[in-house]
């Protein structure tokens, strides 16, 4: 099946929109809902993780240095990571 | 054949849906669909009937384990009327979204205020958009023959879309008529194993009735509507079956001594059977009358309606139901917009009658004709539509 970044036509989607493959919501760009933009600020960083442990959205990840950022593919900007950062190294960024 | 017995239609219905090998039937108890259900519970519940019986809650929770059920494979049953079909809404939109084959018989009962438990068709024109495939029966016989065409249609791979069979309640699910019973292999020659295209099973996982951006959702719609619209075929040769094996035949518009009519009556449901008499006694006083019925409402089959009425003046159309505020009732307003833009296309005369069971008999049908056609055969009335039978 194709993904859906490659837009199914009517004809190749299967009755009820039935999904055989897993993990396909990863190939929706959900991001480009965001009006604020979380921002690192890694000398303040101590890499304790809250921020991807509070993400709601899953859309942080933790880069091979051990810092944490966000997938802009994914975040909605939602700012819990910023508020829930106890070393206010993540600030809100208008886009 | 098998054998004719005379039983209450309700429980000829029930017989039918056994026969029908059903999986699952979910269901809560309301009138006046009661007696099918009940019947099957008893059937269940004596071991004639191997299926899981599921006494919900609630009509939502009734369409909603059907959805489950059916997603897993099971051949499934509900039925219910007016409230319960308003409980069940939410859940009679997704059931034809995700494109599963389950069976409903709406026995159709006015929807409430003021609270009453009778027959119109109010019900089933507030599921007319709903995406189910549809169809009106008059009788006994039909209500049975077309629990095994329902499922029939609705399993086929082409179509996989849930199917609702209109049934009056009280008039039609409460009397005695004899039903002739089909030969339980006559049953699985017509009906093979249901086969969905896409099952819930663990070993090959799959999600359904997920989420959708708007770049999928249109095409989504798109598809259901062309697999309604394309059903017409297998809706066909479903029939054509039918007659081969019984010789009664079904057709998606029901004609009636339309040879040479200038007025005909357009009725769905019971109405029918009543109204053919109203019919012969026009035609034996030289009125040039006859009938349509259109069985099928959804896919609806306008070609086979524009062909049905041709060469008529004046298209009589009986509503059971209201549109508020609206151009009639919901019937007349489909019909009016399938004949628009023909060349002369007959007039629509829209009558709202036989609300909540309020009897409408054949004089009452005379009446109805008299009231809208003149001796001249012209039409002397003027309105959109008009209510038969109110006190002012
Ligand atoms: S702003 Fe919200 S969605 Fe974006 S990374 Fe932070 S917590 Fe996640
Ligand atoms: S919560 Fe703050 S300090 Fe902790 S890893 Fe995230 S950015 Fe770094």
């Known amino acids: 099946m194709k993904g859906t970044k490659e837009l199914l036509t009517w004809k190749e989607i299967i009755p009820g929109n039935v999904i055989l493959n897993p993990g396909n919501a990863r190939e929706y760009r959900t991001g480009d809902w965001r009006s604020q933009r979380p921002v690192w600020d890694f000398e303040r960083c101590i890499m304790c993780g809250m921020c991807y442990a509070f993400c709601p959205d899953a859309a942080i990840f933790e880069r091979e240095d051990g810092y944490y950022e966000a997938d802009y593919y994914y975040c909605k900007g939602c700012g819990i990571c910023a508020e829930e950062c106890p070393?206010?190294?993540?600030?809100?960024v208008e886009e | 054949m098998g054998k004719r017995r005379g039983l209450e239609v309700s429980v000829g219905a029930a017989e039918a849906v056994a026969m029908a090998d059903v999986d699952v039937i979910a269901a809560y108890p309301i009138t006046p669909q009661t007696h099918i259900v009940e019947h099957l519970a008893e059937l269940v519940n004596n071991g004639e009937l191997d299926a899981e019986f599921v006494p919900v809650e609630s009509e939502h929770s009734a369409l909603s384990v059907c959805i489950g059920a059916s997603a897993a494979g099971a051949r499934t049953f509900t039925c219910t009327s007016a409230q319960g079909l308003a409980l069940m809404n939410e859940i009679v939109y997704i059931?034809?979204?995700?494109?599963?084959?389950i069976v409903m018989i709406l026995a159709n009962r006015s929807l409430s205020a003021p609270l009453s438990i009778w027959?119109?068709?109010?019900?089933?024109?507030?599921?007319?958009?709903?995406?189910?495939?549809?169809?009106?029966?008059?009788?006994?016989?039909?209500?049975?023959?077309?629990?095994?065409?329902?499922?029939?249609?609705?399993?086929?791979?082409?179509?996989?879309?849930?199917?609702?069979?209109?049934?009056?309640?009280?008039?039609?699910?409460?009397?005695?008529?004899?039903?002739?019973?089909?030969?339980?292999?006559?049953v699985e020659r017509y009906l093979p194993p249901f086969k969905p295209i896409s099952r819930l099973d663990p070993e090959r996982p799959v999600t359904m009735g997920a989420f959708a951006m708007p770049q999928l959702f249109t095409e989504t719609k798109v598809a259901q509507d062309m697999a309604t619209t394309q059903s017409m075929e297998v809706i066909l040769s479903a029939w054509e079956e039918i007659y081969k094996i019984t010789s009664r035949r079904y057709r998606p518009v029901e004609a009636y001594r339309t040879e040479g009519a200038e007025t005909i009556f357009v009725v769905q449901g019971s109405f029918g059977e009543t109204l053919s008499v109203a019919v012969d006694e026009l035609r034996a006083k030289g009125e040039p009358v006859g009938l349509v019925m259109p069985r099928l409402w959804r896919p609806?089959?306008?070609?086979?309606?524009?062909?049905?009425?041709?060469?008529?003046?004046?298209?009589?159309?009986?509503?059971r139901a209201i549109s508020f505020g609206?151009?009639?009732?919901?019937?007349?307003?489909?019909?009016r917009s399938s004949l628009f833009g023909l060349p002369a296309p007959p007039r629509v005369i829209n009558f709202i009658c036989g609300l909540a069971s309020r009897d409408v008999t054949v004089e009452d049908f005379k009446n109805i004709y008299e009231r809208a056609v003149d001796g001249s055969k012209a039409p002397v009335f003027q309105e959109d539509f008009q209510f038969y039978g109110v006190r002012s």
Do not use: C
Not at chain 2, 95 to 101: D, E, T
Not at chain 2, 300 to 317: D, M, T
């Open chain 2, 119 to 186: 027959n119109d068709h109010s019900d089933a024109m507030s599921v007319r958009d709903t995406g189910w495939i549809q169809v009106f029966a008059q009788n006994g016989q039909e209500v049975f023959d077309h629990i095994f065409f329902a499922y029939r249609v609705g399993e086929d791979p082409k179509v996989s879309l849930p199917v609702m069979i209109h049934v009056d309640g009280f008039i039609v699910t409460h009397v005695i008529e004899p039903v002739e019973f089909w030969e339980k292999e006559q």
């Open chain 1, 87 to 92: 070393k206010k190294a993540i600030s809100m």
């Open chain 2, 300 to 319: 609806f089959p306008f070609e086979l309606f524009r062909s049905a009425v041709k060469g008529a003046k004046n298209l009589i159309v009986i509503d």
């Open chain 2, 95 to 101: 059931a034809s979204s995700m494109r599963l084959p």
């Open chain 2, 326 to 335: 609206g151009q009639g009732g919901p019937l007349a307003i489909e019909l």
